[in-house]
């Protein structure tokens, strides 16, 4: 079984600090995938990435990077230079490697709140 | 490009009622999948598809049926409505990795709140 936790409920920070959202997983499979998605107070979900579990480089993209460990089994990801928009729900997902990703497993989300 | 539609956004049930909710997408994806989103419990999956005619639960399938008839849609049906399928609903579509398309990304719909009384 899959199992994606995300201790972190809920983060506040000032506007312009960095924070980082926790990721942790589970998995028997020996390739998957990672995913990261925004899910802004409107309600749509936003994705952000998607990593597979053979290439542990790490990513940049503008004010985001994550942290793939699989040593550790996370999936960290961290935003530079908070801003406004950027408070939203973060939900960490996982599923196999498989041809489709009709099967995800979700974490229960963190709620960032950037205080201007 | 429409993308992932779900007809409605926005539904009251009474115990007992049945409904079905709408999700069309356009853009031939051969997956799709539908979740349910509670309060401090992330998306669950409900029933997903791998293709026209393939369907199968996902981990909390109980009280929902689906079909896919077609590649496009994949409603979701209720086929008697009870307070424990309050919940948000999100259907979500996405590439065969075999067509090897961009960047994986599930695509997903805008949401269908439902509240049953």
């Known amino acids: 079984a899959q199992k994606v936790t995300q201790a972190q409920t809920e983060i506040s920070v000032v506007e312009k600090e960095d924070v980082t959202l926790d990721c942790v997983y589970e998995?028997?499979?020996?390739?998957?995938?990672l995913f990261w998605y925004k899910q802004p107070p409107s309600g749509e979900l936003v994705f952000l990435i998607r990593?597979?579990?053979?290439?542990?480089q790490n990513e940049i993209s503008g004010r985001y990077s994550w942290n793939f460990q699989k040593s550790t089994s996370s999936f960290n990801f961290t935003i530079t230079a908070s801003q406004v928009v950027d408070s939203a729900v973060y939900f960490c997902?996982?599923?196999?490697?498989?041809?489709?990703?009709?099967?995800?497993?979700f974490g229960t989300g963190t709620r960032l709140t950037i205080i201007p | 490009n429409a993308g992932v539609t779900q007809t409605p956004k926005f539904q009251v049930l009474k115990t007992g009622q049945s409904m079905t909710l709408q999700c069309a997408q356009d853009?031939?994806?051969?997956?799709m999948s539908w979740y349910r989103q509670d309060p401090g419990m992330g998306l669950r999956l409900i029933h997903y598809s791998v293709g026209a005619g393939i369907t199968d639960q996902g981990e909390v399938p109980n009280g929902y049926n689906v079909s896919r008839s077609t590649t496009e849609d994949f409603p979701l049906r209720l086929l008697s409505a009870a307070p424990s399928q309050t919940s948000v609903y999100f259907c979500a579509s996405s590439y065969s990795e075999t067509a090897n398309h961009g960047t994986g990304e599930l695509f997903f719909g805008e949401g269908s709140r439902l509240t049953v009384l």
């Open positions: 998995t028997r499979d020996t390739t998957y995938y």
């Open positions: 997902a996982l599923t196999y490697f498989n041809f489709g990703n009709e099967k995800l497993t």
């Open positions: 990593r597979n579990s053979f290439d542990e």
């Open positions: 853009m031939n994806h051969e997956y």
